[in-house]
């Protein structure tokens, strides 16, 4: 990042952009539309030649990053956690729109954020089948609950009873549809990675391709830990001095959806799997609880998919041999 860049912070909301920008050695505040109109007139201010650092907040920061990118812009999308306590570490106080755009100024200024770009179209639109899929699939539980509970009623109606199992068929449909449609867009996109997935026992197509959208290719990965600790599988310990609260977990903090679907693929992985299955063995004869096997089995999964991936050489169950 360029330090010679002027910073512009901005706190998008959905209606409008608090902007905080710099004029000489004073700052200004504006607030502009989080429409087009508002962002030709934020580039008008502030021109082309700066660094926008904004917050990922939902979907709303996306339209104006996208342009800002398109007119030759740099973007940085900050984590919101990664502000609050940026701006809990300077002993900041209250909270306004125009105060958090000049903390995202000064975050800016004082920091190195990594550069956002703009995912691909092809990765945009999986993304957005694998929302609304889990929108279905919480619709399918809710409804098959409702069925359920009906059941346990001592009259039930037939017609309620019809009309929620139609409700549950079509979702079931759909969820299929939708699933087939989005496997099918990633193993045109990653023709070469998908079989690469595929040949580790315990991997499926459905989770090979869950993986490469949420690995994005695995282009941007530079070692499994990264994936690991992203997907919310690795350790969290917390202990100080004779202060230790409870036995350490998993941190859960990431890709809850590819966490459960590695977690399904470890029952078979620690049969099929040649190295998955020493793994879980071992632990299992130390004593570990077999979940806990279980969650080193999905962090084994995570490495040899991270492995076979960058190195191109399909899964081979002898490979610490056959390396030594």
Not at 224 to 248: D, F, H, I, N
Not at 261 to 271: E, I, V
Not at 290 to 317: F, H, M, W
Request: hydrophobic fraction near 40%; charged fraction near 20%.
């Amino acid at each position: 990042m360029e330090a010679t860049l002027n910073v512009v912070g901005i706190d998008v909301s959905k209606a409008t952009l608090a902007v905080c920008y710099p004029v000489q050695t004073r700052l200004q505040h504006a607030e502009v539309s989080n429409a087009k109109a508002g962002f030709e007139e934020l580039v008008r201010r502030c021109g082309a030649e700066c660094l926008y650092v904004m917050e990922a907040t939902g979907s709303y920061y996306l339209a104006l990053a996208y342009y800002l990118v398109e007119q030759g812009a740099q973007v940085a999308v900050v984590n919101p956690l990664v502000v609050r306590r940026f701006i809990q570490m300077h002993l900041g106080k209250g909270k306004s729109d125009r105060k958090d755009a000049q903390w995202l100024l000064r975050y800016g200024q004082q920091q190195t954020p990594t550069p956002w770009q703009p995912d691909d179209a092809v990765l945009v639109e999986c993304r957005q089948l694998e929302q609304v899929s889990e929108q279905l699939i919480r619709q399918k539980t809710m409804t098959r609950n409702s069925l359920e509970a009906l059941a346990q009623h001592p009259v039930v109606g037939p017609l309620a009873e019809q009309h929620l199992r139609q409700a549950l068929n079509r979702l079931e449909e759909q969820i299929q549809v939708l699933e087939k449609e989005l496997v099918t867009l990633l193993e045109q996109h990653y023709a070469r990675e998908m079989p690469l997935l595929c040949s580790i026992p315990g991997i499926g197509r459905k989770t090979a391709a869950m993986l490469l959208l949420f690995a994005k290719g695995f282009t941007q990965v530079e070692n499994y830990r990264q994936l690991t600790a992203k997907a919310g599988l690795c350790p969290r310990e917390y202990s100080s001095g004779t202060s230790v609260r409870g036995k350490s977990r998993i941190t859960r903090m990431g890709g809850g959806l590819i966490r459960s679907k590695l977690f399904m693929c470890s029952f078979s992985a620690k049969n099929a799997n040649a190295a998955c299955k020493a793994l879980y063995d071992r632990l299992v004869a130390k004593g570990k609880n077999g979940k806990l096997a279980l969650i080193a089995v999905c962090n084994k999964l995570l490495k040899q998919a991270c492995a076979i991936v960058k190195s191109g050489v399909p899964y081979q169950p002898d490979f610490a041999r056959i390396s030594a």
